[in-house]
T-cell receptor, first 111, second 112 residues
Framework: DVKVTQSSRYLVKRTGEKVFLECVQD?????MFWYRQDPGLGLRLIYF???????EKGDIPEGYSVSREKKERFSLILESASTNQTSMYLC??????????FGPGTRLTVL | TQLLEQSPQFLSIQEGENLTVYCNSS?????LQWYRQEPGEGPVLLVT?????EVKKLKRLTFQFGDARKDSSLHITAAQPGDTGLYLC????????????FGKGTLLTVNP
């Protein structure tokens, strides 16, 4: 079974802090994705990566950056956290197909 | 304009009832996926439909892809509390990088 793990299930940070969300997959998938999920807005793509060191902006990249130094790991970085970045963050991975495998999510609260 | 419109947005039913949720669009798709997200977890793929008019069954869940490949429905027979969750439809956004666009989902609650 594919396993996608995220570093924290719950995280509380203060405004202005730098925040790192880590995601690791164990199935040698090329593609990895970061989404945020908000009530009434659904799943929105922040960034995705289709290879090591390769990344593309999704629909809402502002305020975020990403890093993919190794194939199995994809990090989402909030350079200076703000209260409007309070959300559920979901990481996913996929092989060269449409099927995405999701991690359990990190619920981030920015105070 | 949302690419995928899901309805209803919320649905609360009693155990044993039947229900249908919908995923509609004005665009044509080569395939469409349904995911279920249980409370506190990430979405999990239920099914992919590819052919217009296709019907797929997964135990008590029946998925149909519209003849014109613009819409899909999910029917649950004799719903159980374990069916509670957010049901999301998704399509490939286009391009070669396998990005998906998701509908906003139907939040289903099945009461014992």
């Amino acid at each position: 079974d594919v396993k996608v793990t995220q570093s924290s299930r719950y995280l509380v940070k203060r405004t202005g802090e730098k925040v790192f969300l880590e995601c690791v997959q164990d199935m040698d998938h090329e593609n990895m994705f970061w989404y945020r999920q908000d009530p009434g807005l659904g799943l929105r793509l922040i960034y995705f990566s289709y290879d090591v060191k390769m990344k593309e902006k999704g629909d809402i990249p502002e305020g975020y950056s990403v890093s993919r130094e190794k194939k199995e790991r994809f990090s989402l970085i909030l350079e200076s956290a703000s209260t409007n970045q309070t959300s559920m963050y979901l990481c996913a991975s996929s092989l060269l197909t449409d099927t995405q495998y999701f991690g359990p999510g990190t619920r981030l609260t920015v105070l | 304009t949302q690419l995928l419109e899901q309805s209803p947005q919320f649905l609360s039913i009693q155990e044993g009832e039947n229900l249908t949720v919908y995923c509609n669009s004005s665009s044509v798709f080569s395939s469409l996926q349904w995911y279920r997200q249980e409370p506190g977890e990430g979405p999990v793929l239920l099914v992919t439909v590819v052919t217009g008019g296709e019907v797929k069954k997964l135990k008590r869940l029946t998925f149909q892809f519209g003849d014109a490949r613009k819409d899909s429905s999910l029917h649950i027979t004799a719903a159980q509390p374990g069916d509670t969750g957010l049901y999301l439809c998704a399509v490939n956004s286009g391009g070669s990088n396998y990005k998906l666009t998701f509908g906003k989902g139907t939040l289903l609650t099945v009461n014992p």
